[in-house]
């Protein structure tokens, strides 16, 4: 049983919206939308986000708080009071594994941000033209002492503020880093919508052309919606193990889910007005801001410092959004081997550390190795093509699925709705209607699609 508690409900949503606003929102999101049409795929995120993300973010919160334990211990605990046995224990092992394979990987990219802020603000952008911006890139991921580097950096730097504890550690990085993120979000689009093309941005975002987006783009649409909002993550699990009875869940909730939409609609109204200034490709895929967006800030008006800002705001992100992949495993090693948790994040940090060795000689000692050909789903896949892949396609929507399920159904109505504390009746069949049908429905549609495309 956790016996620490976040300081306020403030610090628990500065904690919470920094696990879930990161890459996705400020990497992910921008080209996915670019390559989808724009603004019908904004509109139809927008409705996951609200019809399914949020009352799945609710589920989560309440099963935690009602544990007040690592993921494993919580999601045995309840499975065992509510049915009498642990089958729904599944999950917690799920919300510990997912988060660490996912930072094996997701450390390396942050480690990019980290290098491209240095780069930039020793202006190495400057001048640089579209051959140059992909030979800078290419030379970042083919050198395995370089990336090794950034990555030990992160992790090690994640594993401290882990280690420190919830309110030393986790709590006073996200109180700094969550606003300022959002002032840098903020001050950074404005200054976009200034000095690149708003009006065709804002067009492209906000005038939806349903002709544009495919099955497959409302597809990634809630994939996306998943991963931004760090559904199935373990991150919620663990984040409101530490959280006050007196806490609205359903307020935390929608806080949440509406500072992550928000944070994904200011990163594109940071983005593409200066893409479509520079006369450059919205649709240009996962390399729009490590190799286009350098060659917008070279031609702008104090673009040395707008790039500088720009990729420590991608840190900031990114950086949070580690500290919770990192703390499941971290309670659990805490609560099941006893130990405090500087040497449980240590024992993390290393055991991430080594499949991070994997993701990163993935872009070049082990640049031809693809050791699952024999799956087709995997086949052609490099290691860290893999761990992207198993953790974003397969596990994290397993996870989501059972999540609803268990809240929808294993757990007793009157007690979840008890938890989660949702007074209106109306509200409450909502949020029933969405979690037990409409979003299992959604993700068994998105889980089979990606397994046999």
Not at 105 to 125: D, H, K, P
Not at 220 to 234: E, K, N, P, R
């Amino acid at each position: 049983m956790k016996t620490e508690r976040w300081s306020s409900r403030a610090t628990f949503l500065f904690a919470t919206i920094g696990c879930s606003v990161g890459l996705g929102n400020l990497w992910r999101f921008p080209y996915i939308a670019g390559e989808n049409g724009g603004g019908a795929f904004v509109l139809v995120y927008i409705g996951f986000v609200l019809l399914l993300g949020i009352p799945l973010i609710m589920a989560e919160l309440a099963i935690a708080r009602r544990g007040h334990n690592n993921p494993v211990a919580t999601t045995a605990a309840i499975s065992h009071h509510e049915s009498g046995h642990r089958r729904w224990q599944l999950i917690g092992w799920l919300s510990i594994l997912a988060p660490l394979l996912g930072l094996s990987f997701y450390g390396v990219v942050s480690g990019w941000s980290l290098e491209y802020f240095l780069l930039a603000a020793g202006g190495r952008f400057a001048g640089i033209n579209g051959g140059q911006a992909a030979e800078l890139f290419a030379g970042v991921l083919a050198s395995p002492g370089r990336m090794l580097f950034w990555f030990t950096l992160v992790i090690v730097s994640v594993a401290v503020v882990v280690g420190s504890g919830v309110r030393r550690g986790i709590e006073a990085v996200s109180k700094f880093m969550m606003p300022a993120l959002f002032i840098l979000l903020l001050g950074l689009a404005g200054y976009a919508c200034t000095v690149g093309d708003a009006g065709a941005a804002v067009a492209f975002l906000f005038a939806p052309d349903f002709s544009s987006l495919t099955a497959q783009g409302v597809l990634m649409a809630f994939g996306q919606c998943l991963f931004s909002l760090a559904v199935g993550t373990g991150a919620m699990l663990a984040y409101g193990a530490y959280l006050s009875p007196d806490t609205s869940i359903p307020g935390a909730a929608w806080t949440i889910g509406l500072a992550d939409t928000a944070a994904s609609l200011l990163a594109g109204m940071l983005i593409f007005p200066i893409v479509f200034s520079s006369g450059l490709d919205p649709a240009e895929g996962p390399g729009l801001i490590f190799v286009t967006l350098p060659i917008a800030f070279s031609e702008m008006p104090g673009g040395q410092i707008f790039a500088s800002l720009f990729f420590l705001l991608v840190f900031f992100a990114a950086f949070t959004s580690c500290l919770g992949m990192m703390e499941p495993f971290v309670s659990w090693l805490e609560d099941r081997a006893g130990w405090n948790r500087r040497r449980a994040a240590l024992l993390t940090a290393v055991v991430v550390f080594l499949l991070g060795l994997a993701a990163v000689f993935s872009f070049n000692l082990w640049k031809d190795f693809t050791p699952l050909d024999m799956i087709p789903p995997l086949q052609g896949r490099t290691v860290f093509s893999i761990l992207d892949y198993v953790t974003s396609n397969l596990i994290l929507p397993i996870n989501a699925l059972m999540i609803a399920v268990m809240a929808g159904w294993a757990i007793a109505s009157a007690r979840m709705r008890e938890d989660i504390g949702i007074r209106s009746d109306a509200g409450w069949a909502m949020w029933q209607v969405s979690v037990r049908f409409l979003a299992p429905a959604a993700i068994v549609w998105m889980f089979l699609a990606n397994l046999f495309e």
